[in-house]
């Protein structure tokens, strides 16, 4: 098992994806943009986060999320934002509306 990346927007949308399918990490303007893409791909895109911060914290989440991911076991879950139990990897997350948006596409991963 490897690293998995934990988003949960409190109204039952959620996504876990491994850590190795991170492509960037995007921040400004108060908002942190994940991008995800498959093992084994050509870059495609097939999923994306949008995280809310503090006013002014973007940089330090993108930072905070990239250390996070770097860090610990390969084998652990990293709740980066969960909503419905109020979990941040980052105390810069907009408590209780810290995940915007959860994109997946599914069609994409297995085309």
């Not at 988003?7 to 876990?16: H, I, M, Q, V």
């Not at 400004?28 to 914290?57: E, M, Q």
């Not at 980066?80 to 139990?85: F, G, Q, R, S, T």
């Not at 109020?86 to 085309?111: E, M, Q, W």
């Given at each position: ?5 934990y ?15 991170l ?10 943009t994940l ?21 002014g914290?973007s ?21 980066v ?16 509306a810290?995940v915007?948006?959860?994109?997946a596409?599914?069609?994409?991963a297995?085309?």
């Amino acid at each position: 098992m490897e690293k998995l990346l934990y988003f949960n927007t409190g109204t039952e949308d959620s996504l876990a994806v491994p850590a190795s399918c991170l492509y960037l990490i995007d921040g400004g303007n108060d908002v942190v943009t994940l991008y995800f893409t498959p093992k084994g791909s050509n870059g495609s895109l097939i999923s994306s986060v949008v995280l809310n911060c503090a006013n002014g914290a973007s940089d330090a989440l993108v930072l905070a999320i990239a250390q996070a991911c770097a860090g610990g076991r390969q084998d652990e879950v990293v709740v980066v934002a969960d909503d419905a139990n109020s979990v941040y990897v980052d105390g810069a997350i907009t408590a209780g509306a810290g995940v915007g948006t959860i994109t997946a596409d599914v069609t994409v991963a297995f085309s």
